[in-house]
Every structure is written in structure tokens, then in C-alpha cells.
């Protein structure tokens, strides 16, 4: 069982928190692992990820699958939502996007491992998939599949 006194410092749980204006201002908030001595995924899953296309302002939709091993720290979930919803009014293409969360997370986290799956949906009619990972997956931990397909269009 964990000690409930390492959700002391968070800011932004429990509490009406103002929607950052970039991704670069969001404040990516973590807590110390009470289970720092056993190795296991974390996922989280956000299936309504929105950005904007840099050249033409457009919105650009995707399915996003984040799974990480952590070390000495959890990112706290509030602080990554305000995160991701970050990137809504933020112009940048796919590939940046994804690789910039992952990016962020392990800089912040210093995660034993890390991926992230980004599932576009069809803008021009090619979608686009981003996928990154990092760091070496701890033998003996079960990764299940991102359970996300690839885009069929209509057949």
C-alpha cells in the first residue's frame, strides 16, 4: 500500500485547473512509485487527441496508446490530460506531435521504457501511424498489443 503523503505537492488534482495555452507550458506533474521494486506497464489510452495542422490550421485527429515501465516516478493522469488537451490549439504535423509527448515524458518520468503508438486519422486521404520507443523493455514484464488497427478505409 502506498503512503499518501507523496500526493502531497501535486497542483493540479482535486481542483479546477486552467487549460494550459501550449504544450510547453503544461506542467507535467509525478509522483514517487510506491511499487518502484516491481517492473510493469502503464497505458494510457487517448482515444480523442486533437491538434492542429500547421500549415493550414485544420484539426487533426488521433488515437493515441502510451505504455511506459516506470522507474522512481508516475506522471500523475490530471497533469498529462491537460498535457494532451495542450496540443489542441498547437499547429504542428503528426510525426512532431508524437515524438514531442514521448519525448516529454521521458524527460520528465526517466522511465525504464517507453512507446507511444500515434494513430492519425485521414486527412488527404492517407493517414498517417507514429510510433516510438525508447529505452529496454524489462525482461518478464506482459505488454499487451495497443489493440489499435491500422486505417482500412472502407474495405
Not at 490550421?57 to 488515437?63: I, L
Not at 522512481?72 to 498547437?90: Q, Y
Not at 510510433?131 to 523493455?137: K, S
Request: aromatic content about 12%.
Amino acid at each position: 500500500m502506498s503512503d499518501n503523503s507523496i500526493y502531497q505537492n501535486l497542483t493540479q488534482l482535486g481542483g479546477n485547473t486552467v487549460q494550459p495555452e501550449s504544450p510547453e507550458q503544461s506542467v507535467l506533474e509525478t509522483v514517487p512509485n510506491p511499487q518502484s521494486d516491481v517492473d510493469y506497464v502503464v497505458r494510457f489510452t487517448a482515444p480523442e487527441f486533437t491538434s492542429l495542422c500547421p500549415m493550414t490550421g485544420q484539426p487533426d485527429f488521433a488515437h493515441l496508446v502510451l505504455d511506459y515501465v516506470p522507474g522512481e516516478r508516475l506522471v500523475e493522469s490530471k497533469s498529462l490530460k491537460l498535457f494532451l488537451t495542450a496540443f489542441r490549439n498547437h499547429g504542428a504535423f503528426h510525426e512532431d506531435c508524437t515524438i514531442s509527448i514521448a519525448r516529454r515524458l521521458w524527460d520528465e518520468l526517466n522511465p525504464k521504457w517507453l512507446r507511444i503508438g500515434g494513430y492519425w486519422y485521414p486527412r488527404g486521404g492517407i493517414p498517417i501511424d507514429v510510433f516510438f520507443q525508447q529505452g529496454e523493455l524489462p525482461e518478464g514484464v506482459w505488454l499487451p498489443d495497443q489493440g489499435v488497427a491500422t486505417y482500412r478505409g472502407r474495405g
